[in-house]
């Protein structure tokens, strides 16, 4: 068991943790962030993408002492109580979420784009989607929302 610090959408959280736990097991099971789905587990279909110090990571390929001492942002951290992210407002509106399973790592890889210099282009944001799998939406949907609030 190792201890560590992490700052988890703007909490302190301390714990004692196994060497071997995921960061994607520690956020879901040891903070109860359910936000954060596991899907292929080998960092493929980007469902459990998070951010790590700002920059987009999957947290099926960290280890939960990686990240002792750093800031991770999850999807519970998105909305305020001024409501929705807008990104979420977007996916909303262009109907860009069914089963939802895959949406708060696309929102992840979103909100890091939304950070960096824009605006950014469509092919860029399909390139930056292609690491998340989702079965249920077919992605013009959300690639809709997501060039409504950063790009071009």
Do not use: W
């Amino acid at each position: 068991m190792r201890r560590i610090e992490v700052d988890v959408n703007g909490s302190r959280h301390v714990r004692h943790v196994d060497e071997r736990r995921l960061l994607s097991d520690f956020l879901r099971h040891d903070l109860g962030l359910r936000g954060t789905k596991v899907g292929c587990e080998h960092g493929v279909c980007g469902a459990c993408t998070v951010l790590l110090d700002g920059a987009a990571v999957r947290s099926c390929l960290l280890l939960a002492v990686q990240v002792d001492g750093c800031r991770v942002d999850t999807v519970e951290g998105l909305a305020g109580p001024e409501g929705l992210h807008p990104l979420q407002e977007a996916l909303h509106r262009h109907h860009g979420l069914q089963c939802g399973y895959c949406t708060a790592g696309i929102l992840m890889t979103a909100v890091e784009m939304a950070g960096e210099a824009g605006p950014h282009s469509v092919e860029e944001i399909k390139q930056r989607l292609s690491g998340h799998i989702c079965r249920c939406t077919g992605y013009a949907g959300i690639v809709a929302a997501l060039s409504e609030v950063v790009g071009s």
